[in-house]
């Protein structure tokens, strides 16, 4: 059998990139694909050859976290035939793993446009490989799958989303046993189990209708029990009942759960946003369905402000990350970055832990080498093991998976707007954030203050930490070339200085190799293999390049520091560290177009 993908790599190297191309189409009209995929190809052909380069020009990588990518015909495109090959391949490594086992797999999707298309489809190709499914029987959030993966005791699960990306966009995310994505050995195995699916023709589309089970409410209602037992607080929320919340799902999966959570916390003065409150894969009253966006909080925001809140919250389409926005020092509606929402609640699931007196000697936590330092202050004043580890949940859930009967996980989170409360779940949850932030919004406004109050007092006590990110988008054949190219540069000649102060320490997780720039001494990063630089300065700044996994884009991440004395002077060193971040970046000349 011709193996494509070495085709495709020879192709590129030798310059013969037309051919391949034309080698991907003709395969897709002479093969066994549907007439009106075949028709979409012509129209290409006929009228948009750069779009149908685009489609066409690779295969859709299936990475260490499945698929994502935007839909359409094509082979580096989500559609069909890509979920049906990749469940195919996924299959295959079942099979291949628990050979005399019965094997059952959960499977879940979000509002996207084709979302239930492709559950259906990865459902379908599952259960014609004699595998049990369980599939939802509507939309839900991404950490239900993870829950329910564990419940039901299945070997794996999929969710077909696509995040926080743009409407054009959909994925496929392909989970283990414990309910966390892929990690090593699976991850690769199950990579070389998708590429070695050639055809479609090797795909079993149907014929296990029998091994399907729709599931819903039960698991919901299990959910949701374990949810609320997250609670430090409940006498608090009695007390703060009527806290006044307002909540928008952004068009997505967390209008099927998050009031019905908040509603078993004790919480009973929930505002929903009713523009963003119907699930739609068409996201029309924003740009990106991303609570990171402040446009795309803007509607939740005037509400807010509307009905004088006390805080918001908005989830995207999958309900994994969660967006907060709260009254400031001077009575202003802001929103806060994910590193602040990380702080604020990891430090909550310490502070009253302890002073309920249901912290234990073996408690700990987990957050990632791109996420502010403040979290190992917190934890080393909390006396709480904290643990750093790759970006991305499936290594925190790992690491629980690591500890579990030694330590005590209480809460794992990261910048990128995620949090991951309790041991049950193994991927980021909003809807648990959503809740717990609502009781840390209660409990602060039991004592008068607010949650950014809260947030001052952290800045005072532990140091105040400030960090901003920046993305820059490489696209078209040659953008991840162009991404990898700018990752070589800096580690091949690292910056002596930046904005001023001296390098210290470079260290590469890609050659997972620590190094002093001053001394040149070096040592072993103990972290599985990341393409991830990081450079700490004199003066304790750190700056992150991460080429992202799953879009064409390279991200860099900032954090400054510095002492924060008294509330007074907050103003004041707030913009000293904006400053100091914008230094950076035009030293970098990360500011370029």
């Not at 907060?324 to 990380?342: D, F, P, R, S, Y």
């Not at 936590?365 to 790759?390: D, F, G, P, S």
């Not at 006590?461 to 070589?488: C, R, V």
Request: with cysteine; net charge negative; aromatic share 8%.
């Amino acid at each position: 059998m011709v193996d494509l993908q070495l085709l495709l790599k020879i192709a590129i190297k030798q310059g013969t990139m037309s051919e391949m191309i034309e080698l991907n189409v003709q395969r897709w009209l002479s093969g066994n694909y549907d007439a009106n995929t075949k028709q979409v190809i012509l129209d290409l052909q006929a009228n948009n050859k750069e779009e149908l380069q685009d489609s066409f020009y690779r295969n859709l990588e299936f990475g260490t976290g499945g698929l994502r990518g935007i839909m359409g015909v094509g082979t580096n495109r989500i559609n069909k035939y890509t979920i049906g090959m990749a469940t195919q391949g996924f299959s295959n490594y079942l099979l291949k793993t628990y050979p005399n086992e019965s094997i059952a797999v959960a499977i879940g999707h979000d509002s996207r446009n084709n979302s239930r298309f492709f559950a259906e489809t990865t459902a379908q190709v599952f259960a014609a490989n004699g595998i049990k499914v369980f599939l939802f029987e509507a939309l839900r959030p991404t950490p239900e799958l993870s829950f329910a993966i564990r419940q039901l005791k299945c070997k794996a699960g999929v969710v077909c989303t696509a995040s926080h990306n743009p409407k054009e966009y959909n994925g496929y995310k392909a989970y283990w046993d414990d309910g966390g994505q892929l990690v090593p050995p699976h991850d690769k195995n199950v990579i070389s189990e998708v590429e070695a699916i050639q055809s479609v023709d090797e795909v079993k589309w149907s014929g296990g209708a029998h091994n399907i089970q729709l599931m819903g409410e039960a698991m919901d209602q299990d959910y949701i029990k374990m949810l609320t037992s997250l609670s430090v607080y409940p006498e608090i929320i009695a007390q703060q009942q009527d806290l006044k919340i307002v909540y928008t799902p952004i068009h997505g999966t967390g209008i099927t759960l998050v009031p019905k959570v908040l509603a078993s916390f004790g919480f009973t003065n929930v505002t929903i946003v009713d523009e963003q409150a119907t699930p739609d894969g068409n996201f029309p009253t924003v740009k990106y369905p991303n609570p990171e966006e402040s446009e795309t909080m803007s509607i939740g925001l005037s509400k807010a402000k509307a009905i004088d809140a006390d805080i918001l919250l908005g989830t995207d389409p999958d309900a994994d990350r969660v967006g907060v926005g709260v009254k400031n020092h001077k009575g202003e509606w802001v929103l806060m970055n994910g590193n602040q929402t990380a702080v604020l609640a990891f430090a909550y699931m310490m502070e009253a832990r302890r002073a309920k007196g249901i912290a234990a000697t073996n408690d700990m936590v987990v957050t990632t080498i791109v996420t502010t330092e403040m979290i190992n202050q917190v934890a080393k004043i909390n006396e709480v093991n904290c643990y750093n580890v790759l970006t991305g949940f499936k290594w925190i859930a790992e690491l629980v998976k690591e500890k579990e009967g030694k330590e005590n996980y209480i809460i794992g989170g990261e910048e990128s707007f995620g949090l991951m409360i309790g041991d049950q779940i193994r991927d980021k949850d909003a809807v648990s954030a959503v809740a717990l932030l609502c009781e840390m919004a209660a409990y602060e406004k039991s004592k008068g203050k607010t949650l950014f109050d809260k947030m001052i007092e952290l800045y005072i006590q532990y140091g105040f930490y400030y960090e901003n990110l920046i993305s820059i988008t490489k696209k078209g054949m040659n953008g991840q070339q162009e991404i990898m190219d700018m990752m070589e540069g800096f580690r091949q000649s690292p910056p002596v200085t930046i904005d001023g102060e001296a390098v210290l320490t470079l260290l590469d997780y890609e050659l997972q190799l620590g190094k002093n720039l001053q001394t040149g001494a070096t040592w072993k990063l103990n972290l599985p293999k990341s393409n991830v630089l990081q450079f700490i300065t004199a003066k304790g700044s750190k700056i992150s390049a991460r080429p992202s996994g799953t879009e064409p884009k390279i991200k860099f991440y900032f954090s400054v520091n510095t002492e924060l004395k008294d509330r007074a002077s907050f103003d004041s060193k707030y913009q000293m560290l904006q400053e100091k971040i914008n230094g950076i970046i035009t030293d970098m000349q990360l500011n370029q177009p």
